[in-house]
């Protein structure tokens, strides 16, 4: 899980590609992968008539046609071909489907998404693919650099953050990378409407002094030291968690966001928890690194395609 040997790019032919690659070009320096597959997933059907009967010489079928396309790409913005196992592929099918079978196929450990330009209009088919891939997924815009400095952590002391954390401490051992982590808290003020500022006072004071024995308790689980990896906290009346994340990131100058991805299933369909969904969104620039559960999401996709 906290290996990168497998890593998959999807690359949709926009601007967008650019940012992808330089950025593989810094994990391939970093992570040491076995390999890095650039993909791209075409639909025939989706060409317009009036484009392919632009072309009534081409013999190429049209898979071959974009390949070469995406292979030119690589071949000039991929610096690393020489040192990491490149595979480019093109695969037809939809979008979401193809890309979690080919990750689920190949053992992926690490699927590097854009937030922006690749998928505008399509904002539902990387939300899908976050939701299913069982694949860790890194997501970042065209303002990202290549670079991991500071690595924020979401904290809430449950066996999904334990696993964040380790996954932290892999990154801080292929990077340097500083670690904090941020836990966000609500009072239960609602049980007190006739509570008095003082009292409201006194009972954050009571949850902060629980927050941090649970982290104690949580430090020495791991073996890490809660001195170096500091953990601060903050309140949410608002339900706005993903807000508070995003913003303590941007006060600590945090350069990615790590957040346990936590799944459920609701009838039919596997669910991506709000906070790791609102951090996804197009509007917030900072990298976010969820990390997943193999054995959980693999669990859910057995249940549901069987």
């Known amino acids: 899980m906290y290996q990168f040997d497998h890593i998959l790019v999807p690359l949709d032919l926009t601007e ?22 650039f993909m791209h997933v075409v639909r025939s059907y989706d060409i317009p008539k009036d484009i392919l009967s632009s072309f009534p010489d ?26 990491v ?17 080919y990750t689920q196929k190949h053992n992926i450990t690490l699927t590097l ?12 088919v990387v939300r899908k693919i976050l939701t299913i891939t069982p694949s860790s997924v890194l997501l970042i815009s065209e303002t990202t650099q290549p670079k991991i400095e500071h690595i924020m952590v979401r904290m809430d002391f449950s066996k999904i953050a334990a696993i964040s954390m380790k996954m932290a401490l892999r990154l801080n051992e292929l990077t340097g990378a500083e670690i904090s982590c941020h836990h966000v808290h609500k009072l239960p003020l609602k049980y007190f409407p006739q509570s008095r500022p003082e009292d409201d006072e006194r009972l954050q004071k ?5 927050n941090n024995k649970e982290y104690q308790k949580f430090a020495k689980k791991l073996k890490i030291d809660e001195k170096s990896i500091p953990c601060t906290w903050s309140l949410d009346l608002e339900n706005e968690e993903a807000h508070i994340l995003y913003n303590q990131a941007l006060n600590i100058q945090a350069d990615m966001i790590l957040i346990g991805s936590k799944i459920k299933s609701e009838l039919a369909d596997v669910i991506l928890d709000t906070t790791s969904e609102k951090l996804a969104g197009p509007e917030k620039n900072i ?5 997943k559960d193999r054995k ?11």
């Open 113 to 124: 998404m854009g937030k922006k330009i690749g998928y505008q209009g399509r904002g539902g």
């Open 287 to 291: 990298p976010v690194f969820l990390v």
């Open 58 to 83: 081409m013999d190429a079928p049209l898979v071959d046609i974009v390949k070469e396309e995406l292979q030119e790409k690589v071949d000039e913005r991929f610096k690393h071909q020489q040192d």
């Open 85 to 101: 196992k490149t595979i480019v592929t093109v695969e037809e099918g939809y979008t979401t489907e193809t890309i979690v079978h």
């Open 16 to 37: 967008m590609d650019h940012f992808l690659i330089r950025y593989s070009n810094f994990m391939a320096e970093k992570f040491n992968p076995k390999s890095i597959t």
């Open 206 to 210: 009571h949850v902060e002094k629980f």
């Open 296 to 306: 959980q999401t693999l669990g859910f996709l057995e249940t549901l395609f069987d």
